[in-house]
């Protein structure tokens, strides 16, 4: 748990993202956000916008191009080995999952457990337990991840995210390619995170995620924000979306092609 | 992503940050697919500058890794000692039965028909410190080496630059393991142990085959006096440089196909081409410290 409750989770101010793949490239100008704990944001951008960029910097596996980055009040550019304990306070799910293909879920998941706790595989495997079976990812738990579907990885990504019980989490555009039953659990889910789920002792979990399409996160309590022609435009809650006369945003409502298809 | 060039902003804790450092030195790419230059002096030198990157990235490559080895000794004990006993698994265990027969052949081939020449020529007394010299300080570990290289080193590279190419490494960062001790670490303990241990199995193997072959020419040398000559001819630094080299050999094996497994972001296209490169550099490199070695022999001698 945080020793602040008033210290911002995260906090930019005049931020630079550098892109991941060319690091004398900028996706993201002169960027101030301030993400309080137990906000849930949705990031969302068209395809290059710099999404995933701005979430490996706010994990802390880059640093600004310029400006300050501030973690817990904690300035990243001295973020280091020394440093772990914060950094285990992010929690990140990559687009896909990114698992590891050589081990089998429940391993994926025991992973951070092991390697961080010295766990034994026994007791990293009967920690993890309670949260695979949360996730309903138990009959999976001895299954490779070639061997499961997309939907079911990116669920095991999550788990493995949260198994050392983070105060932030990131996410790369988790909706991407889910079918309908899980786009509706993962609402429901990060939503229950995002209150405090019994799991985590009722704590609210700071939530940032990353989106293409804006329209299955339609809720009262997400704050939403666009990444555009390099820059960070905070849009207010969903109120404030539906009025926006943004083309962008109307292109991530789908707004036109609804008005085609009518 | 930790690797490349381009993404030197990128921090990571500790020795990651160093390890960028280290592939930034020696980022070849540019160089590798420039245009032919006009002269063939510009080649040379082109190709000189870069052997000098590659010896620069490999060095501070090894010197991180060693750094990594000794730092964080104990670190995640239940996660890194199971993945070095599977390392050693594969690259001494489960090649037994190959170097079983390699050492047949070699004693067969080699060792047998050396026997049954100096015996020929009534120079059966220079047996063993002929059989010292060839097999024990030379073709034993040499062909272990060789042998390891081409059948997990091979293996490493693409195991290694598949595990980049999916995001692997961004994801162990993410968690906060260090790749180089979850990753690198267990693959050069287990390579440097394996070919010690094989090399040992490789010459008596070799030493004893050889025998055999030479037993069926009807040399005239009774085993005890077969053995008696190679024991006797064995030295303290035989053991010492022995041990010494076959571990230099795994370490240096381990860190070539490592580095070049995680060094860039590999195509499927590249990787055959990328697997042919590291296994080129870990024979020059072998070579080298084989090389090395004959000259601490010298010295002492």
Not at chain 1, 187 to 196: C, E, K, T, V, Y
Not at chain 2, 229 to 254: H, M, N, P, R, Y
């Amino acid at each position: 748990m945080s020793e602040n409750q008033d210290m911002p989770a995260i906090e930019m101010r005049g931020v630079n993202v550098a892109a991941m793949r060319d690091a004398s490239f900028t996706v993201v100008e002169n960027m101030n956000w301030l993400v309080a704990p137990g906000d849930l944001w949705v990031i969302a951008g068209q395809e290059h916008s710099g999404k995933t960029d701005l979430l490996m910097l706010a994990a802390g596996l880059m640093s600004p191009a310029a400006g300050d980055y501030e973690l817990f009040g904690k300035d990243t550019k001295t973020f280091g080995e020394a440093e772990l304990a914060e950094r285990l306070r992010v929690g990140f799910v990559f687009q896909g999952g990114q698992l590891f293909n050589q081990l089998t879920i429940a391993e994926n998941v025991a992973l951070p457990l092991r390697y961080q706790k010295n766990f034994t595989p026994v007791e990293a495997a009967h920690e993890a337990q309670a949260l695979m079976e949360l996730l309903e990812l138990s009959p999976l738990a001895d299954v490779t991840p070639a061997n499961v579907a997309a939907n079911w990885r990116q669920r095991a990504a999550l788990a493995r995210a949260l198994i050392l019980k983070p105060e932030i989490l990131l996410l790369d555009n988790p909706l991407a390619g889910l079918g309908a039953r899980h786009l509706q659990w993962w609402l429901r889910f990060l939503d229950q995170l995002s209150r405090g789920h019994e799991f985590f002792g009722g704590r609210p979990l700071t939530i940032v995620a990353s989106a293409d399409d804006l329209r299955p996160w339609r809720n009262a309590r997400r704050k939403f924000a666009l990444l555009h022609d390099k820059k960070f435009i905070p849009l207010g809650g969903w109120n404030e979306v539906e009025a926006a006369n943004d083309s962008i945003v109307k292109e991530l409502l789908a707004v036109q092609l609804e008005t085609t298809t009518r | 992503m930790f690797f490349d060039h381009a993404c030197s902003r990128f921090y990571a804790a500790g020795v990651r940050g160093n390890l960028t450092k280290a592939f930034e030195l020696a980022n070849t790419q540019v160089l590798r697919g420039a245009a032919l230059p006009k002269s063939y002096t510009d080649l040379l030198g082109r190709k000189l500058f870069l052997f000098l990157l590659t010896v620069q990235g490999l060095g501070a490559f090894a010197l991180i890794t060693l750094g990594v080895i000794l730092r964080k000794n104990g670190v995640a004990k239940n996660v890194i000692r199971p993945r070095i006993r599977q390392e050693i698994a594969r690259a001494g265990v489960a090649l037994l039965p190959m170097f079983f027969f390699v050492a047949l052949a070699l004693g067969f081939l080699v060792v047998g028909q050396t026997v049954s020449a100096l015996a020929k020529v009534g120079a059966i007394s220079y047996l063993g410190s002929t059989m010292v010299i060839v097999v024990v300080r030379e073709l034993g570990p040499l062909l272990a080496a060789f042998l390891v290289l081409a059948r997990v080193g091979t293996a490493n590279v693409i195991e290694l630059g598949t595990a980049r190419s999916l995001g692997e490494v961004e994801a162990l960062e993410a968690l906060g393991i260090d790749p180089v001790h979850y990753l690198i670490v267990p693959r050069v303990i287990g390579m440097a142990l394996g070919i010690f241990s094989l090399t040992v199995y490789l010459i008596i193997g070799a030493l004893a085959s050889g025998y055999l072959f030479a037993f069926m020419q009807d040399v005239p040398l009774t085993p005890g006096e077969y053995f008696k000559q190679i024991v006797e001819s064995l030295g303290w630094l035989d053991f010492a440089l022995l041990a010494l080299k076959t571990i230099a050999f795994g370490f240096f094996i381990a860190i070539v196909t490592c580095y070049h497994g995680l060094a860039q972001p590999l195509r499927l296209d590249d990787v055959s081409r990328v697997a042919v490169r590291a296994v080129t550099q870990g024979v020059i490199v072998c070579v080298l410290i084989d090389a090395l070695f004959i000259l601490l022999y010298l010295l002492h001698e």
